[in-house]
């Protein structure tokens, strides 16, 4: 549970930083995935701790999330602002679906790790709900962008609870 929740908030960073590495610094959007990029390395942060604390290996193929995430981020950005903004729903729809089902999976035996998730659920459907009020539904092929986008990621969730 936690090499994929580490990996999937590793992805998100980088995926944010391939967005702000072609956003206008001064753009609204940019402005607002820098804030949604901040949250995401605290996650990543907690998650890196417990890992240590709990010895949890990473995945093996953090090396391919590196270039993925920042390849995915950088061609929304470099399609549009709104398609980076889709790019934000797609990936954190699927990422509350993910936690969701973890909640439910851990119940009461983790109460830390449970709290954890929780709260991060709350920032990444915040994150969600953010890029679609800044317009995330007026990408050009949004159906299409986002349904490709959330395929990948349960990909992602799934290759990386294996290896």
Request: hydrophobic letters at 40%; aromatic letters at 6%.
């Amino acid at each position: 549970m936690l090499r994929v929740d580490q990996a999937g908030e590793y992805g998100a960073t980088r995926i944010y930083a391939g967005q702000l590495a072609v956003l206008r610094a001064n753009c609204p959007e940019a402005k607002l995935i820098s804030r949604m990029a901040a949250q995401e390395q605290k996650h990543l942060q907690r998650f890196d701790r417990l890992m240590s604390d709990r010895r949890v290996r990473p995945t093996a193929l953090q090396p391919l999330w590196n270039v993925a995430g920042f390849t995915l981020g950088a061609v929304t950005a470099l399609m549009s602002e709104k398609a980076a903004l889709a790019c934000t729903d797609a990936v954190e729809t699927e990422i509350d679906r993910h936690y969701s089902e973890q909640l439910e999976e851990l119940g009461n035996h983790d109460p830390q790790l449970a709290g954890d998730i929780a709260e991060f659920r709350a920032d990444e459907l915040e994150h969600r709900d953010t890029a679609r009020e800044a317009g995330a539904t007026g990408a050009f092929g949004y159906p299409l962008l986002t349904a490709s986008i959330r395929a990948a990621c349960r990909v992602a969730i799934e290759l990386s609870k294996r290896i």
